[in-house]
């Protein structure tokens, strides 16, 4: 089980801090890439691919699921050209939210903050499982 790196999306601070560290407890190798609001997030990714993106929805600027959008229309365009997959991590207990995050194919989870060991050892397997 591993990645190689990891983009964390989320406006807050000290999440982006939590995120930090539970990832280096859990491997101190992943390779961490923090924006503070999808706008930032999209561009990086124009740069750089990591491994899977961990989205927060509520933000300024961008938030996720505009992030989700721009990301299924200009990044997710098949099974040739492989995108990074989005687990999604936020503070929203509505189903409603759940249920629109996960109508996109690329979005493998729906955690709710904070961001814990057993959900990176999941992730970890949805990679895996996605390279063979």
């Known amino acids: 089980m591993t990645i190689g790196s990891l983009l964390i999306i989320d406006d807050d601070e000290t999440d982006l801090f939590?995120?930090?560290?539970?990832?280096?407890r859990f491997d101190p190798d992943i390779?961490?890439?923090?924006?503070?609001?999808?706008?930032?997030g999209?561009?990086?990714l124009r740069?750089?691919?990591?491994?899977?993106?961990?989205?927060?929805?509520n933000m300024p600027v961008m938030n996720g699921?505009?992030?989700?959008?721009?990301?299924?229309?200009?990044?997710?365009?098949?099974?040739?050209d492989p995108v990074p997959l989005v687990v999604m991590l936020t503070s929203?207990?509505?189903?409603a939210d759940r249920e629109k995050a996960l109508q996109y194919d690329f979005v493998k989870r729906y955690f709710?903050?904070?961001?814990?060991?057993?959900?990176?050892?999941?992730?970890?397997?949805?990679i895996e499982t996605g390279r063979h």
């Open 65 to 80: 699921f505009e992030f989700l959008e721009t990301y299924a229309r200009d990044f997710a365009r098949g099974a040739d």
């Open 47 to 57: 740069r750089e691919r990591p491994d899977a993106i961990i989205l927060d929805i």
């Open 42 to 44: 999209l561009d990086l």
């Open 92 to 95: 929203s207990h509505l189903g």
């Open 112 to 126: 709710e903050k904070p961001l814990t060991q057993d959900n990176l050892k999941a992730l970890a397997g949805i």
């Open 31 to 40: 390779k961490v890439v923090q924006a503070l609001n999808g706008r930032e």
């Open 18 to 24: 939590i995120c930090g560290y539970t990832i280096q």
